[in-house]
């Protein structure tokens, strides 16, 4: 299995931007779909974003317009362009490959989680 390896995250003042990287020990982000996801205490990790090899992408309606998820493959690299963001953006995410986007978007993901990388934002 590839090792993921999330970075970027941080503490962001209400409306700021951060970019998260997802880096692979392999090169699944050419084989796979690759999505992010969220997960905040007490709750289920849900979906965020997701990118197929051919480009195709989706996003949960919460973060429609504001978030962007993009794939460096050369770099085994998935980025996730946020802007606009809000207090109720504050979890700690993660990234991880799956066979389709409607798979991926269901959490039905390939490999182990990784450790994540905590974002928080303040009012």
């Known amino acids: 299995q590839a090792q993921l390896v999330e970075s970027g995250g941080g503490l962001v003042q209400f409306g700021g931007s951060l970019r998260l990287s997802c880096t692979a020990s392999g090169r699944i982000f050419s084989i796979y779909t690759a999505g992010w996801f969220r997960q905040v205490p007490g709750k289920e990790r849900e979906f965020v974003a997701a990118?197929?090899?051919?480009?195709?992408?989706d996003y949960a309606d919460s973060v429609k317009g504001r978030f962007s998820i993009s794939r460096v493959n050369a770099n085994n690299t998935v980025l996730l362009q946020m802007n606009s963001l809000k207090p109720d953006d504050t979890a700690v995410y993660y990234c991880?490959?799956?066979?389709?986007?409607?798979?991926?978007?269901?959490?039905?993901?390939?490999?182990?989680w990784g450790q994540g990388t905590q974002v928080t934002v303040s009012s």
């Open positions: 990118i197929s090899q051919g480009g195709f992408t």
């Open positions: 991880n490959v799956g066979p389709t986007i409607q798979q991926i978007t269901r959490a039905q993901v390939l490999s182990s």
